[in-house]
């Protein structure tokens, strides 16, 4: 019987770190500049030169568009993780909209050529940046299905388990936004008084909570399936 010589175990796969985006925006190397808002600060202002993309470092910020005839819209809620500003690397010259701090918040701030410059020298980030525009668009044409076919009810549904990221963990988890129904009533596009007549019967249905905060409960799903 020959006997085989036995084979070296085989060395394992050295794997490449995952890219921080945050790190790389904080290095040393990247031209930045950390700034900061109070509650209900205006971070930029719809009509303001568009000369800078900023990453949220921390807390959230609100973006709204106001109508010729005065009629304010929420559009998103942007959180830790998130970038604002970015239109102006498509050539947009003017803020289309406002963004609102929410909260205490804390944003890193680069300037546009140097952004520019970076998304060519650095794949990782560029391939980051690129996945966040996608899913950016995904979730715009989200939003206007949402807005065509499914009743106020449904609407508030999805926004308020947007917000609490539904389906990142797999706890519930507190919305950190600090919002008022005015401003929910703005997101989904009805009044106060339906939405606190909605928030009322999620909160007696036990899918949310007011407990140091609303808490949305992953049951809070069953509203957006339902026909």
Same mark, same amino acid.
């Given at each position: 019987?020959?006997?085989?010589?036995?084979?070296?175990?085989?060395?394992?796969?050295?794997?490449?770190? #995952?890219?921080? !985006?945050? *790190?790389?925006?904080?290095?040393?190397? $990247?031209? %930045?500049? @950390?700034?900061?808002? /109070?509650?209900?600060?205006?971070?930029?202002?719809?009509?303001?030169?568009?000369?800078?993309?900023?990453?949220?470092?921390?807390?959230?910020?609100?973006?709204?568009?106001?109508?010729?005839?005065?009629?304010?819209?929420?559009?998103?809620?942007?959180?830790?993780?998130?970038?604002?500003?970015?239109?102006?690397?498509?050539?947009?010259?003017?803020?289309?909209?406002?963004?609102?701090?929410?909260?205490?918040?804390?944003?890193?701030?680069?300037?546009?050529?140097?952004?520019?410059?970076?998304?060519?020298? #650095?794949?990782? !980030?560029? *391939?980051?940046?690129?996945?966040?525009? $996608?899913? %950016?668009? @995904?979730?715009?044409? /989200?939003?206007?299905?949402?807005?065509?076919?499914?009743?106020?009810?449904?609407?508030?549904?999805?926004?308020?388990?947007?917000?609490?990221?539904?389906?990142?963990?797999?706890?519930?988890?507190?919305?950190?936004?600090?919002?008022?129904?005015?401003?929910?009533?703005?997101?989904?596009?009805?009044?106060?008084?339906?939405?606190?007549?909605?928030?009322?019967?999620?909160?007696?249905?036990?899918?949310?909570?007011?407990?140091?905060?609303?808490?949305?409960?992953?049951?809070?799903?069953?509203?957006?399936?339902?026909?």
């Amino acid at each position: 019987m020959k006997i085989m010589p036995a084979k070296k175990p085989a060395k394992a796969l050295k794997t490449a770190p #995952e890219f921080d !985006l945050e *790190d790389f925006l904080e290095s040393a190397g $990247l031209a %930045r500049t @950390i700034a900061k808002y /109070e509650k209900a600060d205006v971070i930029y202002s719809q009509g303001d030169h568009a000369t800078q993309v900023m990453y949220i470092q921390h807390s959230s910020a609100k973006i709204s568009v106001l109508s010729k005839s005065g009629k304010e819209a929420v559009v998103a809620m942007l959180s830790a993780g998130d970038f604002l500003g970015e239109g102006c690397l498509a050539g947009q010259t003017r803020r289309m909209a406002t963004a609102t701090a929410m909260s205490p918040t804390t944003l890193l701030v680069v300037e546009k050529p140097h952004m520019m410059q970076m998304l060519h020298k #650095e794949p990782a !980030l560029s *391939d980051r940046f690129r996945l966040h525009m $996608l899913m %950016r668009n @995904i979730r715009i044409e /989200e939003d206007l299905i949402d807005q065509l076919f499914n009743s106020s009810e449904k609407r508030l549904a999805r926004a308020l388990l947007l917000m609490a990221r539904y389906g990142e963990e797999p706890k519930q988890q507190q919305v950190v936004h600090e919002l008022s129904q005015e401003t929910l009533a703005e997101m989904v596009g009805t009044t106060r008084s339906r939405v606190n007549f909605f928030m009322n019967k999620f909160r007696d249905l036990g899918f949310i909570e007011y407990n140091g905060g609303l808490k949305v409960n992953s049951s809070l799903l069953s509203v957006v399936l339902h026909d």
